[in-house]
């Protein structure tokens, strides 16, 4: 008996992501993000196992350095929910959004060194380590980072 | 048809017009045309009926009335004239009056159709059943072809029980009919098979619907009445193969399984669980033969067997309402242990292994735990195991933080807890999880109102109403009874009987208005062809007050007006004397001073109501010139100050009491409230009628102890009374007494027998408690108090419930159903029950109480500016408890008052002030003349007479002043030629009921209260005006207008189309400096701490000075600088509300400004404030420094206060 869909974010249900953001995340988000977040349309959404919500993706578009590319802000799932496919439908889901756009340079991300569950799930969907960020978080420790990127090979 | 009374051939014609005008609701057009005949023939009957029918639609009721009334007075004889008048009757809901006047038309016109038809109607309606049947015969006999002719006139004998007729009848029509595969056939063919089955005539019903299958269409409804039919011959072979065809249809129906179990003549429980076994393997998805068996069986192995499989098939399925399906089981212990066993073997099971146990082969998805754990929790808070519970439903809310049903549950054990504010809490959260889910905005509110928070219960409720209405004015419009009800029980808890009452009456409205509402459905549904459901309408009509929505709101109004039988209004406003004596002179002094407040604002009040009404009126008088279509007759507005004040309580008892005894005498509550009600009244037989029906009732052990009460204190009664009453009714009571006390044994006696018997339950406790005190009252005062505070939390045995609990509390505080008791006994009662109820709010300290109910109201997702009222709440807590002087002890707080402040640093209007306040001692008179020395001085160059100049070059001056004690306020703006602003401004405070009076207006107004007229172009600003004249009329206030102000002078018009965004910058006046800004503004504290504050301001611009605000009980405020932008924001009253919820002076202005430059951040301004301990500060922003001047009694002139600003 598993079901696994995704749902849109909308302000009725925006609590919720927080919710679960709150515990998945080790840092916080002011309420700018989640404000800015109702505006993504599909680049956000919740992940839905047996009608409950379990994860969540938000992510932008980056136009820095001349590139357009877009940026995994959060991914994330509940922990007793997790290894049941709801991280990779999640990533598939924004994978495909790229690939139907057709014009991003790549995507990319940051995860904190010692986060080898997601460094090794990124690793699965073609993701690299491509630098490594000294000081990246201010509140957490370990404080760097690793930039996983997964590149298109267009433009 | 001719009138006694005809008219020549011209008018006849315009008499036609008038009815065809009519017709077509061309009012207006109709009067015209009557104006037209009666100017000739100005008596004429017929004519002035008509105006009065038209008048009548366009809602000048009284008006038409009277003209309807002459109508028939000149024409007795007329048809028109008395079918005009009915119909008014019928208007104004007066039936019975109305169907004599269609009957004397009649006379005059015996086979008019419309009146045969409009009498019909009414006589449906009020159920004159036979008048019914007379009228259908004759409409039949007038119109044979017709349809609606046949089966009204059966359906009259139907509703009169009168079978053979009403068949005879129909079966003649039907045979007249050629059978059409249609709607209406079917339908009419289902009636007459209702009218088969209700006259139990079972044979001929099957026999008709056999004939007519293939013309039924609803096969539903004919498959399940042939079944009944079945039943009833006792064929229950065939029945069981019907419901056997029913139940593939619907699996999930369980009357269906009961019938078919009933057909089958199931002998013991190994059969039916056998019956439901096959069952549940052909329907593998319905829950019904899965669950029934648990219901069933006693054999606990086989029970344990069937629970299993049933709960593993719900846990895994995820059904959250699973614990209120299984509820019904908890009756029995051993299933209840069962179940407990199962499921935290489930628990344990799940947590390590993931699966149910270690013999299943699947691993369970993370759901079923989450499921297991909501599961425990609402079991554990069934057992009232709170704590257990608590750490479930913790659990669960770590485990997946986002199922929003969780919360609901938390709020839920908090509730059954007590603790009702971390209930709205918890609700809260659930609700801004899912705010799209009405179904949680509802909980959510009704949680609010259970802990009294009726205005955030509204602000919650408003997320599903319609925006452009008032939310409660949408509820009511909505019907929305439960929020109404709660509502009421809300005021009444908090001792607002008048708006708990205004709720009651409104729930009691809408089952009036249900009831009129059948009137549209006599004609529709007969020409609908929906006949079942017609009659199946008038029968649930004629019970609707039996509805749980009635006997609720019904028992609340019942409840409040016994209330104020006992201790009317004036006298419960009078409460707060209570213990005086151990007041010392300056708190009683206090309250004293807050007891004529309290009638000032009572009389205030009421004096507004009154103005309120006085405008509605007004403004429905103008509704009413033009032509609008208002059926409804007008009701009388229920304003809670009338409702509050009945002229005699018990009487109005009667709206709600009646129906409750005609409707739910099956509720033992009804009769105990109607016992209450008789013996205030002193109704001896009714009292018995009372004690009868509830002994004839089973009772729960509260009810059993409530019965004893009533009769106790009948008897108690009884013997003082009996030597008043007359011989027969003497007879009857002691007759019946015999049944009632056989053993015919003293008050005492009984009371000693029913505690020896039921001393294990706190319910009977209290009632014991209340007869012994009732048949003693000196002398048992201290015995039946101690035996309510005197229980024992460890004694097993003893069970109290948390209502009861609250009910012996509220007996004994509030209610004084004890005499007056030492606060001491009340306290002890109190920790008492709160050592059962530990986290129940209303068992903590006022103190407690406050701080819960505070740290409650900060975490809402409302915003927290609209959670005022604050201290309100807090007073209200304090009433409930009567411990005011408990309270007053205890806040200590350091008083600085007399104070004078003044937002600039005037030093001299300071002292004026303050010596107008020591001799005077009146804040408003020190205000005011404080002020007005500024005026004269001319403070600063921009506060009164020749100040800065408006565009016209003349100087118009703006005031405001304000009284904390009455809450009253006067202002005035534009002011013209008149120098004393600050004085006109007092009044138009006490000479008008104005608030505000502008320019000429303002001007006349104070030149009738005897002001001077002056010539205000003052040298200075003359000079002034002039070179703002050079320099291009710079700096301005104009914005959006061409030519572009800030290069050019007027005369300026506006421009269109604004892009706002653009301008938002330059809203804001950039040009206010410190020579240029706004006002002076005055507060004063006299030595009894009433306050008052004043503004005057020859303005920046003509509006009135954006901020002055004071309320008595809390502090004042007022403000400086940019008073456009201040207008926008009321900083003032900010200010003062956020001091009423405990920020300082400084945090409050601080706090305000803050919001200010958060939307416009050049603004320039200051804000001062005073709490009313008379602790003062201030805030700032846009300049340096601000410099703000205060007098206190510490020194012989006055202080400049300094403050750096943000
Ligand atoms: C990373 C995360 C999103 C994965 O979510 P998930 O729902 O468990 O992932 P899936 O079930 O879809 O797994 C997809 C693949 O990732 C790999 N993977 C996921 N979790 C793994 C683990 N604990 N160990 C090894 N591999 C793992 C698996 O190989 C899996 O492939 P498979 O199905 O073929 O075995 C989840 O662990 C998480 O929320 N972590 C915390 C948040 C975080 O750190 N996010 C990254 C920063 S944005």
């Known amino acids: ?155 | 048809m001719p009138s006694s009374n005809p008219l020549p051939t011209q008018e006849a014609n315009l008499f036609k017009k008038i009815l065809r005008c009519y017709e077509q609701k061309q009012y207006r057009k109709a009067l015209q045309h009557v104006k037209e005949i009666l100017k000739k023939f100005p008596d004429h009957g017929e004519t002035l009926s008509m105006k009065g029918l038209i008048l009548n639609y366009t809602n000048k009721k009284a008006e038409a009335f009277e003209c309807a009334q002459k109508g028939l007075k000149n024409d007795v004889r007329s048809h028109v004239c008395w079918h005009v008048y009915g119909l008014l009757q019928r208007a104004d809901r007066k039936y019975d009056e109305a169907i004599k006047c269609y009957r004397n038309a009649l006379r005059w016109d015996p086979e008019n159709l419309q009146i045969l038809r409009d009498l019909s109607l009414l006589q449906i309606q009020i159920r004159d059943l036979e008048g019914y049947r007379d009228t259908r015969y004759q409409l039949l006999q007038l119109r044979p072809t017709q349809r609606v002719s046949w089966i009204g006139y059966a359906m009259s004998y139907h509703l009169l029980n009168d079978y053979d007729i009403a068949n005879h009848i129909l079966e003649e029509f039907c045979k007249t009919q050629p059978k059409t595969v249609d709607f209406e056939m079917s339908e009419l063919l289902l009636y007459q098979n209702m009218v088969y089955q209700e006259a139990g005539l079972y044979e001929r019903s099957l026999k008709h619907l056999e004939e007519n299958k293939k013309y039924i269409l609803d096969k539903l409804r004919l498959e399940e009445k042939r079944a009944f039919a079945f039943i009833k011959l006792k064929k229950l072979s065939e029945a069981a193969k019907i419901y056997e065809d029913l139940i593939e249809r619907n699996p999930d129906n369980v009357t269906y399984f009961k019938k078919l179990e009933e057909c089958l003549n199931l002998e013991n429980d190994e059969e039916r669980l056998e019956f439901y076994k096959k069952h549940a393997e052909k329907y593998p998805r319905s829950d019904v033969p899965r669950k029934m068996p648990l219901v069933f069986l006693n054999n606990m192995s086989e029970f344990k067997l069937r629970l299993d499989a049933y709960l593993k098939r719900a846990f895994t399925k995820g059904i959250p309402p699973l614990f209120k399906e299984l509820k019904c089981l908890y009756t029995n212990e051993n299933k209840l242990k069962a179940i407990e066993e199962k499921v935290l073997s489930f628990e344990k099971n799940l947590e390590s292994i993931q699966k149910y146990s270690g013999d299943c082969e699947q691993k369970e998805s993370p759901t079923t735990l989450l499921w297991v754990y909501y599961y425990l929790a609402q079991h554990f808070d069934y057992l009232k195991q709170t704590n257990k519970a608590l750490d479930y439903i913790n659990k669960a809310i770590e485990y997946t933080p986002t199922l929003v049903e969780l919360y609901m549950v938390k709020g839920k054990i908090y509730k059954h807890a007590g603790d009702l504010y971390e209930a709205v809490r918890w609700l809260d959260e659930a609700q801004s999880l899912d705010t799209a889910d009405r179904f949680i905005n509802y909980k959510c509110s009704k949680y609010m109102l259970r802990a009294n928070m009726v205005k955030e219960a509204e602000e919650i409720a408003s997320k599903f109403t319609r925006e452009s209405s008032h939310p409660a004015d949408y509820l009511k419009e909505m019907q929305c009874m439960w929020y109404e009800t709660e509502s009421a029980n809300a005021y009444k808890r908090m001792g607002k009987f008048g708006e708990a009452l205004k709720k009651c009456h409104q729930v009691e409205r809408h089952f009036q208005e249900i009831i009129e509402d059948q009137f549209d459905f006599h004609s529709y549904c007969m020409r609908k062809m929906t006949l079942c459901s017609y009659v199946e309408m008038l029968r649930l009509e004629d019970k609707i007050k039996s509805h749980p929505f009635f006997f609720r709101a019904a028992k609340t109004a019942i409840e409040v007006y016994l209330r104020l039988h006992d201790r009317p209004m004036s006298e419960v406003e009078n409460e707060l004397n209570v213990n005086t004596e151990n007041l010392t002179p300056s708190e009683l002094k206090k309250l004293k001073n807050k007891q004529k407040k309290q009638q000032l604002k009572a009389q205030q009040e009421k004096e507004k109501q009154e103005q309120l009404e006085q405008k509605k009126k007004e403004l429905s008088k103008q509704k009413n010139k033009e032509d609008v279509d208002v059926e409804q007759p007008t009701e009388e507005e229920l304003l809670p100050e009338k409702l509050e004040r009945p002229e005699n309580a018990l009487e109005e008892c009667n709206r709600f009491l009646k129906p409750l005894e005609e409707f739910a005498s099956q509720h033992l509550e009804t009769h105990y409230l109607g016992f209450e009600v008789y013996y205030r009244k002193n109704r001896p037989l009714m009292m018995i009628k009372a004690l009868k029906k509830m002994n004839s009732l089973e009772r729960t052990v509260k009810q059993t102890a409530k019965f004893h009460y009533c009769l106790s204190k009948f008897l108690l009664k009884y013997s003082q009374i009996k030597e008043t009453l007359n011989e027969s009714v003497r007879a009857v009571v002691e007759n019946e007494l015999k049944n009632l006390n056989p053993s015919s044994e003293s008050v005492e006696k009984m009371n000693e027998k029913f505690f020896k018997e039921n001393s294990n339950t706190y319910e009977s406790l209290i009632e014991y408690a209340k007869v012994l005190y009732d048949s003693n009252p000196s002398q048992n005062q201290a015995k039946a108090l101690d035996l309510l505070t005197n229980v024992d939390a460890k004694n097993e045995k003893l069970s109290i419930s948390y209502p009861v609990a609250l009910e012996a509390l509220t007996l004994v505080a509030e209610a004084e159903y004890f005499g007056k008791c030492d606060a001491k006994v009340v306290e002890s009662l109190r920790s008492k029950l709160k050592s059962f109820y530990p986290i129940a709010n209303i068992f903590h300290t006022t103190e407690e109480q406050a701080n819960q109910l505070l740290s409650c109201m900060q975490v809402l997702s409302i915003n927290s500016s609209q959670v005022s009222e604050l201290t309100d709440k807090m007073e209200i807590l304090m009433n409930v408890l009567k411990i005011l002087v408990f309270f007053l002890k205890l806040v200590k707080f350091s008083s600085n008052y007399p104070i004078v402040l003044n937002t600039w640093p005037f030093t001299n209007a300071t002292n004026k002030a303050w010596d107008i306040l020591l001799k005077t001692d009146d804040p408003l008179k020190s205000v005011e003349s404080g002020c007005s020395e500024c005026e004269e001085l001319r403070c600063d160059g921009t506060v009164g007479y020749g100040g800065s100049p408006d565009e016209n070059g003349e100087t118009t001056l703006d005031a405001l002043i304000m009284d904390g004690r009455t809450h009253d306020a006067g202002s005035v703006a534009g002011l013209r030629r008149i120098k004393n602003v600050i004085s006109v401004a007092r009044a138009v405070m006490e000479h008008t009921k104005h608030t505000l009076l502008v320019g000429d207006l303002a001007t006349q107004f104070a030149i009738d209260m005897g002001f001077q007229q002056q010539d205000l172009h003052y040298f200075d600003s003359l000079e002034k005006y002039i070179i703002w004249l050079n320099n291009s009329c710079q700096p301005n206030f104009r914005l959006n207008v061409y030519p572009d102000p800030e290069k050019f002078c007027g005369p300026y018009k506006p421009i269109k189309n604004l892009n706002f965004l653009s301008n938002k910058e330059k809203r804001l006046n950039k040009y206010v400096s410190k020579k240029l800004h706004d006002t002076i503004g005055m507060i004063a504290i006299n030595s009894y701490g009433d306050i008052s504050v004043g503004t005057s301001t020859n303005g920046a611009s003509h509006k009135i000075p954006g901020g002055a605000y004071v309320d008595n009980d809390v502090g004042a405020a007022c403000g400086t600088g940019d008073g456009d932008t201040l207008m926008k924001f009321l900083p003032s009253y900010q200010v003062v509300e956020s001091m009423r919820r405990g920020m300082t002076p400084s945090e409050a202005t601080n706090d305000a400004i803050q919001r200010i430059i958060k939307k416009k951040p050049h603004f320039m301004g200051a804000l001062i404030a005073a709490d009313k301990y008379g602790n003062h500060g201030a805030s700032c922003h846009g300049l340096e420094y601000f410099e703000y001047s205060y007098r206190t009694n510490q020194s012989r002139d006055a202080e400049i206060g300094r403050v750096k600003c943000i």
């Open chain 1, 1 to 155: 008996m598993q079901s696994i869909d995704l749902g849109d974010i909308t302000v009725h249900n925006i609590k919720q992501l927080k919710k679960l953001n709150q515990v998945v995340f080790p840092v916080s988000y002011n309420d700018k993000f989640y404000k800015d977040v109702l505006d993504l349309g599909p680049l956000a959404k919740l992940a839905y196992f047996n009608d409950i919500v379990v994860g969540g993706v938000c992510c932008r578009i980056d136009l820095t350095e001349n590139k357009r590319r877009l940026y995994i802000m959060t991914l994330g799932c509940l922990q007793p929910y997790r290894k049941y496919g709801i991280g990779r439908m999640l990533l598939n889901h924004v994978l495909n959004y790229c690939e139907k756009d057709g014009n991003f340079e790549s995507v990319y991300l940051h995860v904190q060194i010692n986060n080898e569950v997601a460094i090794e799930f990124y690793k699965k969907f073609g993701f690299e380590i491509v630098e490594k960020k000294e000081q990246y978080y201010k509140r957490i420790e370990p404080s760097d980072a690793f930039v996983l990127k997964k590149s298109f090979g267009k433009k």
